[in-house]
C-alpha cells in the first residue's frame, strides 16, 4: 500500500514518534479525564501535550465514514477541511465546520497530497498511473498540468505559489514555481514523504518514511534551500521511522502521523509526546480546520476523525500586500526625522551611514514620524555591512536632552549575525530575548533599581521557556551582503521578531511598570566602527484583538 503524506495550506507539520507514551484506542471513544489525570488511552500522557488538550477531553470524534483510503488532508481559511478517497477515486471532498460533506470536483480522481494555492486553487499529486501535479479551479474544474514526468507523493504551497514536492522513490524534494519549471532542490532523503513548512515559511521540514529523521532546510527567497539536515528523531519499535502526513500549529509544533500515532515535535525539534491514532489502521494525513481551525482532523483508513485541542492551526488567509501601509516612499525621507549626518535615501533605500570622519558618540536614529497602532505587523527588508550594527526600535519614546535617540523594545541585526532577532531593549533593561530564545519578562519588586538586574548586557530576571533551534540553523536565516526580510508580529505583550520567515525571538513581557504598550519606530546606526545599513519596503499593519 503507497504511504503518503498531507498538507495543510498554510501551515506545515512533522510526525513525532514517541515510543510508549500513548496506546491508541481501537475505537474512537471519547478520553474521559484526560486533563485532570493527564492519561489518554489508557497511560499517562506528557505535560507538553495535556497543556493543548481542552477540559474535558472528548478525544477523538467521527465526521465521515464509507470511503477505501482516505489521504490528502487540508484546509482553507474558512475551516472547510479538504481530503480524497484514494482507493475510491472520489476526487476531492470537503467536510464543512458544521459536519456537512460534499465533493468538490471529480476531474482528478486519485489525489495523494493536496493544497490550496494563494490564487484559491487546488495543487494536487496525482495518482493511478499519471505523473503529474496539477492545479485544478473548483470553480470550473480547469486542470492546468504544472509538472509532470516526476511521480510525487505529497506537497506543500507557500504564499507565493512555490510548491515542494517529495519525489519518494527517487529521494529528492522538487520545488516547481511555475507551469513547467520544476527543478530538484534536495536530494539524499531516505523516502522523503510528508512536507511541511514552517509558520512563517521559513524552514521546510520532511520525514524519512523509511528513515529514522525529519530533515530541516531553510528556504531561501529564490525558493532554493540550504543548511539541510537530520533535525528531529523518529522514535520507533521498528528500523525505519514511518514519517507520513504533517501539518503544524500556529506556535510552530509540528504534528506528524506515524505507526506510533500522531506525534508532537516543538518548534525546535524537541519531542514533546503523541497523540493516539484514532482507530487501528493507518492514519497518514492530518490537517487543522474547523472552527478558528482548533480541531485537528485525521485521514484514518476508511474514516475521517476530529478532536478540539487548544492551539489552532497557521491561519491561510495571510494578508495580502494591499493590506499594509507603505511608510517610506523610496524617494525622500518625508515623514522621517533623524541626523542628515548618517540618513538619507540612495537607490531607493533609506541608508544609514558612519563614515570614519563621522564616527559617533552614541547611538542615533531616524524616526517614524506618522501614526503608530499599538498592535502591529512590521515587514521590511535591510542589508548591513559586515561589521555594522543596527536595530529596529518600537514602541519606543524620546530621550529628553538627547537628539535623536530612543528608549525601548529593538529588534536587533548586525553584520556577524550574532545578535540578529534578538530583543534588545535599548537604554532600559537590556537583552529580554537573545537569538533563539523563548522568555517570559516577570514582575520586578525594585522597579526603580533597573541597573541591578541588567548584568553583562542581559535582563537577569527573564525566565527562558524555549529554544527556537540551533544557533548556526539560526545564524544561517539571514544572508550576508544581501537583502533579508525583517517582520514583526507585535500584539499585546508578545513580542515575536522574525528573520526571512524564521522565528528568531518570542518575548512575553509581564512587567507592568516597565513594559510599554505604544510608542515611536525608528531605525539606528550604531557606535563602532564604519558602518553602512539600508533599508526598504517599509509595510505595515496594524492588528486587531481576537
Sequence with gaps: MRRIEKWNQGTTCLTVLMVGLLTSPATAQPDKGAKESGVIGGRRTPPRVVKILPDPDPGWTL???????????????EGNFYF???????GIRKIAPDGTVSTVTKVVPQISGMAIAPDGRFIACVQGGKKQIVAINPKNDAVEVLAENIQPNDLIVNSKGHVYVTVTGKGEVVLITGPGEARTVATGINAPNGIALSPYEGTLAVSEYRGTHVWTFLVRKDGSLAAGKRTMKLQSEQERGGGDGSTVDEEGRYFVTSAAGIQIFSANGDPEGTLPKPQEGNTVSVAFAGDSGRFLYACSADKIYRRPLKTR?????????????????????DGWKGDPTYWKVENGALVGEVTPDTLLKRNSFIVWQGDMPADFELMVEYRISARGNSGIN???????????ALRGYQADLDGGKRYTGSNYEEKRRTTLAAQGEVSVVPKIDDAADLPRHAKGNQWTPRKVTGSLGLSEFLKGAALDNDWNEYRLIIKGNRLRHVVNGVLMSDVTDNDPVNSRSDGLLGVQVHVGPPMKVEYRNFRMRALESE
Design 84 to 90: 480524497c478517497d484514494l482507493r475510491g477515486k472520489s
Design 313 to 333: 492551526g497557521v491561519r491561510s488567509d495571510r494578508a495580502s500586500d494591499k493590506n499594509y501601509t507603505r511608510i517610506f516612499d523610496g524617494k525622500t525621507l
Design 394 to 404: 518600537y514602541r519606543s519614546e524620546k530621550i529628553d536632552g538627547v537628539p535623536h
Design 63 to 77: 465526521v465521515a465514514d464509507g470511503m477505501q483510503f482516505t489521504d490528502a488532508a487540508c484546509s482553507d481559511a
